[in-house]
């Protein structure tokens, strides 16, 4: 019997952490043709996991806390928000879509709570394998993409470019959970790849929020022999390696490292002025008239207004997209569940809360009311698991 709980126990974590990074390595099971969708296959597995718990006794006696009844009631009062404004909304394709995929940030959020018991080991090596694994396979199919010499062998790349910034915010995530067990090596690397795929983004955040948590022990460093040593083993080795694979190490990094450097002549990037246009334009129709303050246009709405097509656009911040698509009560809701946590559970593992604050920053930048599943389950990890889910003496 405890070998049977045991067993579902990390079922319960595998599949959360399959499906918080199930957007990132789509791509992967898309090219194998894999018959079903992953994130499908995985929200529906969650789903009836969370139907099961909801209907067994043990789990029925469990109560949800003060604040985290607000934060779920906030969470479904954005929810009916957004149904709501379909009432009213400019988009008559898109926005219904993007109603009915919001449905799995609530998965994402609310199951935390019926996971039994938390295995951070288990959870993020079954998530850091498969972001790993992705990873190589984005830069292969990117060097072919752009070196081959038989352009017939060239893979389309803006079928998958959009993929890097997914498998950014996965690895960064994960980087920051090993910076706690203190595997200072393998994060290295794990930044390493963040720099080959071109996250600037997340290269950024992970710079400053690392440098604020480890800022007392920076001024009292102490001196690691192990670690020593192990550099110093490297060291002897990394040499000939980065000449036996030279050619291919410049490729792989040369497309991620041009994205960096362009970001610091902003003026002449496209990515980042485009950025400014969309902020401009979210806050000039938010302000312009009442309906668009108080009530926002309707979800999914940004893009027919912006561009004329009733298709997937975004501001790319949801704090703004919020405002702009449901008015100031949609802004307010948003407050309420990504800032107010971090504020609240002050008894909680800083790492943790440094992991959401991570997703905020990136919601800032990049972030989508419809793409914010990781989010979601993140935030589910910080408020739902009432022990300090990181805390090695439990």
Request: hydrophobic share 50%; charged share 15%; net charge positive.
């Amino acid at each position: 019997m405890l070998e049977k709980n045991r067993t579902y126990l990390i079922y319960q974590n595998i599949i959360f952490a399959f499906l918080l990074i199930s957007g990132a390595v789509k791509f992967v099971f898309s090219d194998i043709d894999f018959p079903v969708d992953i994130t499908l296959l995985l929200s529906s597995l969650i789903s009836i996991d969370i139907f099961y718990n909801m209907f067994k006794k043990s789990t029925l006696i469990k109560k949800f806390s003060g604040n985290q009844t607000l934060f779920l009631l906030s969470y479904f009062g954005f929810y009916i928000l957004m149904i709501l404004s379909l009432f009213y909304t400019k988009s008559i394709n898109y926005g219904y879509g993007k109603t009915f995929f919001f449905i799995l940030n609530l998965i994402s959020f609310c199951y935390p709570f019926f996971i039994k018991n938390f295995e951070p080991k288990v959870f993020f090596k079954f998530m850091i394998i498969p972001l790993v694994l992705a990873s190589f396979w984005f830069l292969t199919k990117r060097y072919l993409s752009w070196y081959a010499l038989n352009p017939e062998t060239r893979i389309f790349y803006k079928q998958f470019t959009g993929n890097y910034l997914l498998l950014c915010n996965g690895l960064a995530f994960c980087i920051l959970y090993y910076i706690y067990e203190k595997k200072y090596l393998f994060s290295l690397a794990l930044f390493l790849l963040i720099i080959a795929l071109g996250g600037r983004g997340p290269i950024l955040f992970l710079i400053l929020l690392v440098i604020y948590w480890k800022f007392r022990s920076m001024i009292n460093i102490k001196v690691n022999v192990k670690i020593i040593r192990r550099i110093g083993c490297v060291s002897l080795f990394l040499p000939f390696f980065i000449y036996a694979f030279r050619g291919y190490l410049s490729n792989a990094f040369k497309v991620g490292l041009t994205r960096i450097t362009s970001f610091l002549n902003y003026e002449q990037d496209a990515s980042v002025l485009s950025r400014f246009d969309y902020l401009d334009f979210a806050i000039e129709n938010i302000f312009n008239s009442t309906q668009g303050f108080f009530f926002g246009h309707g979800i999914g709405s940004f893009g027919i207004m912006y561009n004329g097509i009733d298709q997937r656009e975004f501001p790319h911040n949801i704090f703004l997209e919020a405002w702009f698509e449901l008015g100031l009560i949609g802004f307010l809701l948003t407050i309420i569940l990504f800032l107010f946590p971090i504020l609240i559970y002050t008894k909680k593992s800083l790492v943790i809360k440094l992991m959401c604050v991570y997703f905020i920053m990136h919601s800032l930048k990049s972030g989508g009311l419809d793409g914010m599943r990781f989010m979601s389950g993140v935030y589910g990890i910080l408020i739902f698991l009432d022990y300090d889910v990181l805390d090695k003496k439990r």
